[in-house]
């Protein structure tokens, strides 16, 4: 028997700028709202691209989490 996976995950998320800040519908980043990890949409073509498994986003996640927390930590300071 064969099998075709159509879709594995989504990998959805928020539109974010290369500092991690969210983005609204126009692409202007929304003040003080930053995100990181899978929730910023970087997995599905990423660093790992297609055939990426869910234990290779740990990179992508720390790497987008200190961008992220820097940029904040920059807006407050």
Avoid: Q
Avoid at 12 to 32: C, E, N, Q, S, Y
């Amino acid at each position: 028997m064969w099998l075709n996976i159509l879709t594995r995950k989504t990998l959805g998320g928020l539109h974010t700028d290369l500092a991690g800040r969210v983005l609204d519908g126009a692409g202007t980043p929304i003040a003080g709202l930053y995100a990181a990890g899978a929730v910023s949409g970087f997995g599905g073509g990423g660093m790992h691209g297609y055939n990426a498994l869910e234990g290779t986003f740990l990179g992508g996640c720390l790497f987008s989490g200190r961008t992220a927390g820097r940029a904040a930590a920059d807006h407050i300071a």
